[in-house]
């Protein structure tokens, strides 16, 4: 139990403790009063092997790997894991989507994905 940046913490601990990198994704909407963290995480897939995960292409991030070639990251809404991973997956995605990209807020700099080091 705990808000937002709890949740990312312990989350990405788990993920990090067995090898799965992580990020936070910090989101502060000049149209919100709150600013919001949520995560993504590695599933070590090439770019063109996100098909594996789903046909969907909206419910993932490419990300540049260290190795130079980018990767598959799943975006999850930590606050609602309780109500099951898919949900969380679901809503981290659409946030991302519609935030990140859609709103611009990664251009605009006020969607930030932060590397757990």
């Not at 993920?15 to 949520?38: C, Q």
């Not at 251009?107 to 994905?113: H, K």
Request: aromatic share 10%; proline share 3%.
């Amino acid at each position: 139990m705990g808000d937002c940046d709890d949740l990312v913490v312990l989350y990405a601990s788990f993920l990090e403790s067995v090898g799965i990198n992580t990020a936070f994704v910090e989101v502060r909407d000049p149209e919100k009063d709150m600013a919001h963290l949520y995560l993504v995480f590695d599933t070590g897939l090439a770019a063109q092997e996100g098909h594996l995960i789903t046909s969907n292409e909206k419910r993932y991030v490419l990300r540049g790997a260290s190795a130079g070639r980018p990767t598959v990251w799943i975006p999850v809404e930590t606050t609602l894991i309780e109500a099951g991973f898919d949900q969380a997956w679901n809503a981290g995605a659409m946030a991302y989507l519609q935030e990140g990209v859609l709103r611009s807020g990664i251009a605009q700099g006020w969607v930030r994905i932060i590397d757990v080091d």
